[in-house]
């Protein structure tokens, strides 16, 4: 994670990561995706939410520790961060699964999803990676979020959290597929209207501390083949790192 980075992450809660992951990735997620969208998708369904990613396939595991990914999740959640959760949305014209509603903050303070700068060190709670399996163009939609709300000393107001009807301070998050958002879930966020003609296709993987769990149930090696050490690591549950530990 570069100066320009860690300072547009202080600054703004988030950052993008052009080509996050290359575009024979993108296809082999996308084709996985596709036999589950024909399988458990109705045809008439506009929006679609598929969780607990991990027993999809190579492609999906690898996704828990990608090249480009990693500096990032090192230097805002620390070495030994841990995976919390995954899921993927496609939208198809309109509300997401959560419908469009600015959600998360700084404020009131939640003990798992936080942001603090102290001594040098980024220490946040639960955050997000964001990938685009699919191009988000200006005007199409998707990923919205308010700028250094992360840092708020006061709630965002109830008002303005209507995404059909975005407030001023909202800022649009584009990028073609194969890029990333990163985000600490202190920030102010949350998904616009689809427009496109095309499926909005993000998947989510989110990471905590590891210590923290927000999800109630922990992501599992078990079952999956072809994990590396540190993919094991990665899905540790909550804990302190403690040498003596069993680990699963």
Sequence with gaps: ????????????????????????????????????????????????RFVSLLDWGQPYIDLLDPPKIVPYLDAILGPKFRLDHTYLDIIRGGLSPIGATLHGGAMPFNP????????????????????????VNPGDGGFACVPGSHKSNLPFPDDWKDLTNEHDSVKRVTGP???????????????????????????FYKYSPNPLAWWGEYPTPAGLEGLTERQREVLEGPNARYPERRIR
Excluded: C
Aim: hydrophobic share 40%; no cysteine; aromatic share 10%.
């Design 112 to 135: 798992v999803q936080y942001f603090h700068y102290s001594n040098g060190e980024f220490h946040n709670g639960l955050s997000v990676v964001a990938f685009n399996l699919a191009d």
């Design 1 to 48: 994670m570069n100066d320009h980075d860690r300072y547009l992450f202080d600054l703004q809660g988030y950052v993008t990561i052009p080509d996050a992951i290359d575009t024979d990735t993108v296809a082999a997620l996308n084709e996985i995706l596709d036999r589950k969208i024909a399988k458990e998708t109705p045809a008439d369904a506009t929006t679609h």
């Design 177 to 203: 597929a194969g890029t990333a958002i990163i985000f600490t879930e202190a920030l102010t966020h949350g998904p616009l209207p689809w427009t496109a003609n095309h499926e909005r296709r993000t998947i």
